[in-house]
């Protein structure tokens, strides 16, 4: 009976504890996402603001995403022009005339991200037709 007892035990603390990690999974990120709103809301009290101070605003706060990316390692995917498609990377849009290789990258649409070596989202490309 008690042997049952301390397995039933064991199980329902496992239960709790995986329970626990997928209700706080985030939290690391959240911690680091909570600066970031604040520099926002900051932002947006400025009394008298001038292109110059805002401009300066939206850098810092950039910055402070960028950082909160890197320590949740959520990485940009932004290939650059003439570089081969990748379609675990990349989803081509559209193929286009271009004076370069075939399947090559032309324009990046819109950037990707991985998060922890998982791709979340591809990036947007044109990619060059072949001649």
């Given at each position: 009976m008690r042997a049952k007892a301390d397995g039933e035990n064991i199980r329902?603390?496992?239960?709790?504890?995986?329970?626990?990690?997928?209700?706080?999974?985030?939290?690391?990120?959240?911690?680091?996402?909570?600066?970031?709103?604040?520099?926002?809301?900051?932002?947006?009290?400025?009394?008298?603001?001038?292109?110059?101070?805002?401009?300066?605003?939206?850098?810092?706060?950039?910055?402070?995403?960028?950082?909160?990316?890197?320590?949740?390692?959520?990485?940009?995917?932004?290939?650059?022009?003439?570089?081969?498609l990748d379609p675990m990377k990349h989803q081509a849009i559209s193929m286009v005339p271009a004076d370069q290789e075939a399947n090559t990258i032309v324009t990046v649409l819109q950037k990707g991200y991985t998060i922890a070596d998982r791709l979340l989202r591809p990036a947007l490309v044109t990619v060059a037709q072949a001649k």
């Open positions: 329902r603390r496992a239960q709790e504890d995986i329970s626990k990690a997928h209700k706080f999974a985030i939290e690391s990120f959240a911690e680091s996402l909570v600066p970031v709103k604040d520099s926002l809301e900051m932002g947006l009290k400025v009394e008298a603001p001038t292109v110059e101070s805002i401009k300066e605003g939206v850098e810092m706060t950039l910055k402070q995403l960028n950082a909160a990316f890197e320590k949740n390692r959520l990485m940009e995917i932004n290939p650059q022009q003439g570089d081969k």
